[in-house]
Nanobody, 125 residues
Framework: QVQLVESGGGLVQTGGSLRLSCVAS????????MGWFRHTPGKEREFVAA????????YYADSVKGRFTISRDNAKNTVYLQMNSLKPEDTAVYYCAAERSGNKLATNRRSYDYWGQGTQVTVSS
């Protein structure tokens, strides 16, 4: 079992930056691939970024490519999402998720086994 806790959300102006963190419990964090998703009311949960177990491979949604960076620190059981050049359309609840195989950079939320509770990001125009 893995428990995930996100933090770092908040209110920021257009063009600003935020860094989200997701801390995982358990000793198996380094074997999991990790992903970030986001959700806005009336829409399905949307893939944002994924990283494999070692941090050597990453994948991004087109909407955030070049602005967001996913990274991980396995010694700290933490995955990060650095968000730069934020836009109002980035406003959402952001969730981190863990995927057991370790190497899948899955974009489908059903591929993930564990989820955090989410953190709100609001970008004002």
């Amino acid at each position: 079992q893995v428990q995930l806790v996100e933090s770092g959300g908040g209110l920021v102006q257009t063009g600003g930056s935020l860094r989200l963190s997701c801390v995982a419990s358990g000793r198996t964090f380094s074997s999991y691939a990790m992903g970030w998703f986001r959700h806005t009311p009336g829409k399905e949960r949307e893939f944002v970024a994924a990283i494999n177990w070692s941090g050597g491979s990453t994948y991004y949604a087109d909407s955030v490519k070049g602005r967001f960076t996913i990274s991980r620190d396995n010694a700290k059981n933490t995955v990060y999402l650095q968000m730069n050049s934020l836009k109002p359309e980035d406003t959402a609840v952001y969730y981190c998720a863990a995927e057991r195989s370790g190497n899948k950079l899955a974009t489908n939320r059903r591929s993930y086994d564990y989820w955090g509770q989410g953190t709100q990001v609001t970008v004002s125009s």
